[in-house]
């Protein structure tokens, strides 16, 4: 288990909202066999969770750990995230593996809130990938989809339509106010135009519905590891595809069609696209920037406090719309 990781690199969208003091941690660490505490340090990268890293010592060996503290999730359906990371993590994907406490349970409370332990990766994010890189993110997501095939759990699409309208609605005011009646425009076409698309055939299954360059771990040009499976839920593999085009290969700029070819590549090589798939993609990319672009305004435009927070730009994803809608 490697313990090269930097604070930035392994667990992204997440921030400290519960602290956790030393005896807290030791606690937890009690009802596992993962060894004593030696330290810890909490993490600062993102919005939804508070996470640590946690060294720890046992009789022989020294080891890192992440720990993290569930904030706003149900926890009705943190069992279903434990259960798929362990599934993937035990049938050939490089992704964290939830550690099981010593009673079996994948799950722990602290101040009344759940929280997990998983293992660390090795490698590191980075903040642009090359068309090496690129290639190879396409080929672990493939792995990704591969691995989950026969995961017999199935979560429905916390981000689908319904959340689409209900989003739409709580931002369209506030968003035309400060960034403009043509935003709060945008807004209402592009749901309209999605409302008349329909997906239910595509092949589908487990998808990571997050896999931004802050959720994925590099060696060198080669993917090391998946992390972050907290949006992860049962929708059309494409849709996966098209979420982690935005987020890796469209950064509107000179050499998109060549990232976005080389993603494709690498995950064609080994599992390829159907024809349907493919006609569906430039529309899955805008439902995708659509889906990214309403979720940061919200949180922009109703923030949350916290301890150490980091709120991303919508302005990405407005403009990542715009060019597909622009280009289709």
Known sequence: MADTVSIAAMIPRMSVYTELSESDISTILADYNLGVLTSFEGIA????????????????NSARFVLT??????ETEL????????????????CPDV?????????FEVHGKKGCIVSCLSGKTLDELNEAQLFSSGRALAQLHLAGADFDEHRNNPTGMAWLEEN???????????YGNDAAQLL????????????????????????????????GDKASGIIDFYYAHSAPYAMDIAITLNAQAVLLSEGDDARTEAFLNGYQSLRSLDEEEQKALPLLLRLGALRFWVSRLYDALFPRGGAMTQTKDPEEYRNKLMFHRHIG
């Open 45 to 60: 990268a993102g919005i939804e969770n508070s996470n640590f890293f946690i060294n720890t010592k046992g009789h022989e």
């Open 69 to 74: 503290i569930f904030e706003r999730m149900d």
């Open 79 to 94: 069992p279903y995230f434990m259960r798929l990371m362990r599934h993937l993590a035990h049938n050939g994907l490089a």
């Open 99 to 107: 550690m099981q406490r010593k009673n079996g349970s994948l799950l």
């Open 168 to 178: 739409v609605e709580a931002v369209i005011d506030k968003t035309g106010t400060r």
């Open 188 to 219: 209402k076409d592009e749901l309209t135009f999605q409302r008349s698309c329909n997906w239910e055939s595509l092949p589908d299954g487990v998808i990571h519905g997050d896999l931004f360059v802050d959720n994925i771990l590099f060696e």
